[in-house]
């Protein structure tokens, strides 16, 4: 009996490390701040390299949004959209690292509840479902507000800065 609840343990441990793996992996900044290192200025590394980040995506944004030739509205409702999008994404994270730190904790426990964690697993799915809503969502606001045209020029660049640093062909 117990080898038996031990392997349905040890397979159900299997499949959260191949789903709640990559929304660890989403959620990380987040657990970084518990654990940061200190630099100068009393800012964490990890906060240096999302400032740096978000400097590099804001001009890249601005280059999109000068290379569409957006007018002054499509730009104040895009950077609305985006503004939205960045505070339900920060929920939901918030909403994930909660249910991942619930889950960790019921797993540590020596007589844990397959039934709480089963809910808890629930719940990170409803939040995973949730997240790829709200950016479809936040897609569709940006097809509404840009032209055939320009959503389609918009994904082309978009295509091309996911790829990383310029090469010489997309020049």
Known sequence: MKGKVMKKVFVWMLLMVFTAG???????PYLLDDNAVKTKGHETQGQVRDDRRDERFNKQIQDIYNQLAL???????????KKNKQLQRKASFEKMHASMEALNQELMKPDFDMNKIN?????????????SDERLNSILE??????????SKFVSLLEKHKSGPPSEERK
């Open 119 to 131: 809910a808890i697993q629930a719940q990170i799915k409803a939040v995973q479902a949730q997240m």
């Open 22 to 28: 990559p929304m660890a992996y989403a959620v990380g």
């Open 142 to 151: 940006v097809r509404r507000i840009l032209t055939v045209e320009q959503f």
């Open 71 to 81: 007018s002054d509205e499509q730009k104040t409702k895009l950077e609305e959209n």
